[in-house]
């Protein structure tokens, strides 16, 4: 609040502990760790805007679910790679599987994470990032797919602003896919694309602004955009 001068901490954990993962959307935030000091390590906690409320809402010993996301409601939804193969949610009374198994939510390492990132829109889909190449946007809530940019590993997505999906790219100079990357925008839905810069950049995160301010962090330096 105070522009970046100071931060106050809303989870405290021993350092031993590592946050995988952590997602944010108003006042809600979904986080992974690992505790390696208890049986059940991979948690899944999440926050409603007040310091240290905090809810256990997934508590295993294997890395079920990953590249979470949260709506400005509080519903968080993730993908399960190594069981249903589906988008999964949470609304509060538990768990539930999303549409249909796809082989992009599939992890070929049964030991490691998925390459992906994800987003969720105004309208609560999932749309998800391929670190191999492609982003993935639901039709009918997760129960048919279509793929676009397939030629550009993605590293993180933005649907902020109502209409509009930004994407940001990582290079991938050798073969199959031979690309320079860079920030793209759609207004329909992935089915044309504008360049916005930044190609040869690894593409990390984007905030955009209603007035089209946008910002990306790309190469561990922080970049802004004024249309």
Do not use: C, M
Request: proline share 6%.
């Amino acid at each position: 609040t105070d522009g970046g001068i100071s931060f106050s901490s809303i989870l405290a954990y021993p350092s031993a502990t590592s946050i995988l993962e952590l997602a944010a959307n108003g006042d809600h935030a979904v986080t992974r760790i690992s505790d390696p000091n208890v049986s059940a390590h991979y948690q899944i906690l999440r926050w409603n805007g007040a310091p240290n409320e905090w809810t256990r809402i997934l508590a295993t010993s294997f890395s079920y679910f990953q590249d979470l996301t949260i709506n400005a409601s509080g519903i968080v939804f993730g993908i399960d790679p190594f069981g249903t193969h589906t988008i999964v949610r949470f609304g509060g009374a538990g768990w539930s599987s999303l549409g249909s198994a796809q082989s992009f939510l599939t992890s070929p390492f049964f030991n490691r994470d998925l390459n992906a990132v994800t987003a969720v829109d105004h309208a609560n889909n999932l749309l998800v990032g391929s670190g191999a190449g492609g982003i993935y946007i639901p039709t009918n809530y997760g129960q048919t797919w279509g793929r676009s940019l397939p030629a550009y590993p993605v590293g993180t997505i933005n649907v902020s602003l109502p209409g509009t999906i930004l994407v940001g790219t990582t290079p991938s100079p050798s073969p199959p896919l031979n690309t320079f990357g860079g920030i793209f925008a759609s207004t329909d839905t992935g089915r044309t694309w504008k360049g916005l810069g930044l190609s040869n950049h690894v593409i990390t995160a984007l905030a955009a602004g209603s007035a089209g301010t946008l910002y990306a962090l790309a190469d561990g330096g922080a970049y802004k955009r004024v249309d």
